[in-house]
């Protein structure tokens, strides 16, 4: 007998619309995007919108460029669901063999590997699309993401902490922001990269120990399983680098007492996830991975503020 299929799987946001307005034969292609799952395009977005935020600190505007700002959220949804889609062909196989992963899309036969392909192709150009609207440096610095992005789907068979490389990845539009606003880089916006890459390793650390034992049958190595009995201590020292390169990048960036208060709440907040991990607990590190959308938008709000206030 065929085993059932989910209608929905067990982390996405529960009535979403995709599961319930969306065409029958589209929501198999949106699940295979997550679109059902926001928080993912959020957390690939923030770090675009809070570059974007420092290069207007920097240069002295009153608000981080808006149409960049719209821009980068089409794109964070296009390229999160490019992203998925890939991460899924790669790991069609491993999927079958993880309890989370079995009922998504494609090991689970709702969307063939032909369609799979054409899908991840229409989101690329979309993705195209938008970048191309950068100057040239920005879109040379969009492209030499990919290599990065084709990676990191193999990083989980023997490397040990593949959410290096998956933040390498999540944590590019901290560049991009500054690139689209000065046509350059320059050490604040490498500065804001690194602390955005030690937020992905500590965020996603959290979210795979929903996984730890299956993980373990499968062979997946991951952050958590690494980390193991100190997976608190762990994910607290990812935390404190990424606060500590954020503080650095504002003072490169000449930023002033809002931002700093910003980045102080952020910082509570990291805190806070740190104090409420509870490695036999998915669920709870489920609802922990996904209020970093929440202290992200926190850090946003306050760089904003920042450059409204400098520019009076």
């Known amino acids: 007998m065929d085993r059932p299929v989910a209608s929905s799987l067990p982390d996405a946001v529960r009535g979403h619309w995709a599961d319930r307005w969306a065409p029958v034969r589209l929501r198999p292609y949106l699940r295979l995007a997550r679109i059902e799952r926001p928080i993912g395009w959020w957390l690939l977005l923030l770090p675009c919108w809070w570059s974007a935020a420092l ?29 998925c889609t890939y991460n899924d062909i790669v790991d069609r196989d491993l999927d079958t063999r993880v309890e989370r992963t079995r009922d998504r899309p494609l090991p689970s ?55 290096i490389v998956l933040g390498l990845a999540f944590a590019w539009g901290a560049l991009m922001g500054w690139a689209a606003a000065f046509g350059s880089l320059s050490p604040a916006a490498v500065a804001l990269y690194l602390g955005s890459i030690a937020w992905v390793v500590g965020y996603d650390t959290i979210y795979a120990l929903q996984d730890i034992e299956d993980d373990e049958i499968a062979g997946i190595k991951s952050s958590a399983r690494f980390f193991g009995e100190r997976v608190r201590l762990g994910v607290a020292a990812c935390y404190v680098l990424t606060v500590l390169f954020m503080a650095a990048a504002f003072i490169l960036a000449d930023a002033g007492p809002v931002a700093f208060a910003g980045l102080a709440l952020f910082a509570l907040h990291l805190a806070w996830q740190v104090a409420r991990i509870d490695r036999t607990d998915g669920a709870g590190a489920l609802r922990l991975f996904r209020s970093n959308r929440d202290a992200g938008l926190i850090l946003f709000a306050a760089m904003a503020l920042e450059s409204f206030v400098r520019a009076l």
């Open 55 to 83: 290069a207007a600190i920097a240069a002295g505007q009153p608000w981080p460029n808006p149409v960049h700002c719209v821009l980068f959220l089409i794109g964070a949804v296009a390229m999160r669901g490019a992203g």
């Open 109 to 163: 036969g709702q969307v063939s590997l032909k369609g799979a392909l054409a899908f991840l192709a229409l989101q690329g150009l979309v993705g195209l699309a938008v970048l191309l609207q950068f100057n040239a440096f920005a879109i040379a610095t969009g492209f030499a993401s990919l290599g990065v992005v084709a990676l990191y789907p193999f990083m989980k068979r023997f490397f040990w902490m593949p959410q």
